[in-house]
């Protein structure tokens, strides 16, 4: 089976390569759009700002080409955030896998939720294959300052500040807003069953 990760201008590609590595599986990092269609899995991470990735997906028509993915797509923090219609970093309309579904700034809560949020929180709801054998309320590892909106995508919700969507899913397209590479055990087992769809 080949695993591609998309090369684009966001970071955290090293670290998911590892993460992979860890559970056994080889994956390539590429923008090559026929590498890309000819993979049997296809993982979008990204840590950055909206609007400038779009951007650079747009000149490449990787923008183009990610939606047209008939294999099982697994978009990672600013990855899932980028299957949305819209987000409000730079007011940026994005790839709307995950249709009507925003992507909003946290507000700061009144107690002591600061924003972003980095840090360990719970994935509770969980309804989707790829959460097989992840315990309700596993802790998973989360850096982000933008949230998207609960909907009928929504597979997984985290409460910070407000309930929201920690993981999406739409067809073949999953997202997820916490890091699986960073979230030891749950994570693993969550790249696991992406891979095994």
């Known amino acids: 089976m080949e695993t591609v990760i998309i090369k684009y201008n966001a970071g955290n590609i090293r670290s998911v390569l590892f993460a992979l590595e860890r559970?056994?599986?080889?994956?390539?990092?590429?923008?090559?759009?026929?590498?890309?269609?000819?993979?049997?899995r296809v993982i979008f991470p990204g840590v950055g700002e909206a609007s400038t990735a779009m951007q650079y997906l747009r000149e490449r028509k990787l923008d183009e080409l990610i939606i047209s993915l008939k294999?099982?797509?697994?978009?990672i923090c600013l990855g899932m955030q980028l299957l949305c219609?819209?987000?409000?970093?730079?007011?940026?309309?994005?790839?709307?896998?995950?249709?009507?579904?925003?992507?909003?700034?946290?507000?700061?809560?009144?107690?002591?939720?600061?924003?972003?949020?980095?840090?360990?929180?719970?994935i509770q709801k969980l309804s989707s294959p790829i959460f097989k054998n992840v315990d309700e309320g596993s802790y998973c590892y989360?850096?982000?300052?933008?949230?998207?909106?609960?909907?009928?995508?929504?597979?997984?919700?985290t409460d910070y500040t407000l309930p929201y969507s920690s993981a999406l899913q739409q067809d073949n397209f999953y997202g997820v807003q916490f890091h699986p590479e960073?979230?030891?055990?749950?994570?693993?087992?969550?790249?696991?069953?992406?891979?095994a769809i």
């Open 23 to 40: 559970i056994g599986v080889q994956a390539t990092v590429t923008d090559e759009p026929e590498q890309i269609l000819k993979a049997d």
């Open 71 to 75: 294999q099982p797509v697994l978009g």
């Open 85 to 122: 219609d819209h987000s409000e970093e730079n007011d940026t309309d994005c790839l709307s896998i995950f249709k009507g579904v925003r992507v909003r700034h946290f507000e700061p809560g009144t107690s002591n939720e600061k924003v972003p949020q980095i840090g360990w929180n719970q």
């Open 142 to 157: 989360f850096v982000h300052g933008y949230y998207a909106d609960l909907s009928s995508h929504t597979i997984a919700t």
């Open 182 to 195: 960073k979230s030891a055990a749950a994570g693993e087992k969550i790249l696991q069953n992406f891979l």
